[in-house]
């Protein structure tokens, strides 16, 4: 579904991306872990090209997605991968309800009373039904996300993208987005998400990639990277990261 | 002398107040207020587009307007009046009524301010609404204006308030190409009269004053409301079903 290969990026002469190769199956969850900085969410920003790449080649459904190609075409398959930003980036002048609706209504012209009802009921998947008319602000941080989740499946992607969804949560609310991310992968959508959450890594993920640096140190299944990291730097990072 | 200014007020009021209108051209506070209003209210559109142009990738847009904007903000406004006054007949073959000569200018004039206010609004808010845009598929058009420009322009209402009120005292510089407003009518009524100027201006810098000061106000009023609808409400109401 998602496939990198030899993916390069500089930010001048720092190399954010070194040399990635590897693939998301369709269906699978990938969670990327890392310390900060080693390049988790400028990788999972140039699969929807919110950054750009300086060599190789992503695939996301077959499709080249660093490839000249039109602006409308580019529009469309960014239409196709959800994705949920770690500070929420809600529309802060529109209700949940109709941040929700914007999207199908004028990127895939699906009418508004149609829209609306869709919405309505993303709201209701994500527990947020009876509070569609609050503006952003009179949300908490943890509401906030889950209408951002309900806003990114509104545009029914086969794949979604989470950068730390729960990162800039207060710890009480980690579980109720954790827990509509977990629904979503019961029912099979294909995601990577970039989290230091072990916990739920453990439960949902079918792999975990270790990033330091701009590489993708290590890959495994959550049992075996968390059980009996290979890498030096993959048995520091979990020490450190147990010892918080 | 306090006195003798009333007497002047209540002798003259309509002529202050619209001027020769309806045997003459609409004239005094009403005149001035149009002319604010539509130099404002045209001014407001184009300044949208100059400051999408600014921010343009494209150097083709983006030059001139900043040229534009810096030629108009580093001159003067009354050059800018001599200029219209003197180029739009030329250019159009026909005269010019100084009302319109006067509009053109403000149009012109407050709308490199303006494109000004709307483009540090546009700057001001956080990167993650523009990638959150793209990353649903919005075009940069449509983004622009379903989520950038709402924004902007709501956080920017109280400086494009002030704008106005700045608009409203530069209107009096229409009085040099005669145009009948406020300033003209008092300065009618000065000529008239002939000895009493301290009372005729007093009379014109307190309705100046009543009016912008009014605006200004409530500038203040949408900038605290601006704030707060900004930062969200105090308490938040309702625990949420969840
Ligand atoms: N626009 C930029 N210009 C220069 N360097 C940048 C830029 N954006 C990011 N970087 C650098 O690229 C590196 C990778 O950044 P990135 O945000 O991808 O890391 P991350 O793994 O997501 O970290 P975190 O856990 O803190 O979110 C960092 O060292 C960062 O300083
Ligand atoms: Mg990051």
């Not at chain 1, 300086?54 to 196709?80: E, K, W």
């Not at chain 1, 950068?163 to 207060?170: I, M, V």
């Amino acid at each position: 579904m998602i496939e990198f290969r030899a993916v390069n990026k500089m930010y001048g002469d720092y190399q954010v991306l070194a040399d990635i190769n590897e693939s998301v199956g369709r269906g699978e969850v990938v969670v990327v872990c890392g310390p900060s900085g080693s390049g988790k969410s400028t990788l999972i920003r140039t699969v929807n090209r919110l950054e750009e790449i300086h060599s190789g080649d992503i695939l996301f459904d077959g499709q080249n997605v660093h490839a000249r190609m039109r602006g409308t075409q580019l529009n469309h398959l960014r239409s196709r991968i959800g994705f949920v930003f770690q500070s929420f980036n809600l529309f802060p002048h529109l209700s949940a309800l109709d941040n929700v609706i914007l999207s199908p209504h004028r990127v895939n012209r699906v009418g508004r009373a149609e829209a609306r009802d869709r919405a309505m009921s993303l709201l209701e998947r994500v527990g947020l039904a009876a509070r569609a008319h609050a503006y952003p602000t009179q949300l908490s941080g943890g509401q906030q996300q889950r209408v951002a989740i309900a806003r990114a499946l509104a545009m029914e992607p086969p794949a979604m993208l989470f950068d730390e969804p729960t990162s800039a949560l207060d710890p009480e609310m980690v579980g109720e987005v954790l827990a509509v991310i977990r629904g979503l992968a019961n029912d099979g959508m294909t995601m990577m998400c970039v989290t230091h959450e072990m916990s739920f890594a453990r439960d949902v993920a079918d792999r975990v990639w270790f990033m330091d640096a701009g590489r993708i140190l290590e890959t495994g299944t959550p049992a075996a990277f968390f059980g009996a990291p290979q890498h030096p730097r993959a048995q520091r990072f979990l020490s450190d990261l147990r010892s918080r | 002398m306090l006195a003798s200014a009333l007497a002047i007020a209540r002798d003259n009021w309509l002529l202050l107040l619209v001027g020769q209108y309806p045997n003459g051209p609409l004239g005094g506070i009403a005149a001035t207020l149009m002319l604010s209003v539509l130099g404002i209210g045209l001014a407001f559109p184009l300044s949208v587009l100059v400051a999408l142009a600014r921010i343009s990738r494209w150097r083709a847009l983006r030059a001139p307007a900043t040229a534009l904007v810096y030629l108009v903000r580093g001159v003067p406004l009354l050059m800018i009046i001599f200029w219209v006054y003197f180029l739009f007949p030329l250019l159009l073959g026909t005269e010019v009524p100084g009302f319109t000569t006067m509009v053109c200018t403000l149009v012109l004039y407050e709308s490199a301010f303006l494109s000004e206010v709307v483009r540090a609004g546009i700057e001001a808010l956080p990167a993650g609404q523009m990638d959150a845009a793209r990353a649903l598929g919005h075009s940069y058009p449509q983004a622009m204006r379903f989520i950038i420009l709402p924004q902007a322009i709501y956080n920017m209402a109280p400086s494009i308030l002030s704008q106005f009120v700045s608009t409203i005292k530069d209107t009096t510089l229409g009085y040099v190409i005669n145009v009948p407003e406020l300033t003209f009518a008092a300065s009618q009524i000065n000529n008239r009269l002939l000895t009493k100027p301290f009372e005729v201006f007093l009379i014109l810098a307190l309705t100046y004053y009543v009016v912008c000061f009014s605006l200004t106000q409530l500038a203040t009023w949408l900038e605290r409301r601006v704030a707060r609808r900004r930062a969200g409400p105090a308490l938040v109401v309702v625990a949420a079903p969840s």
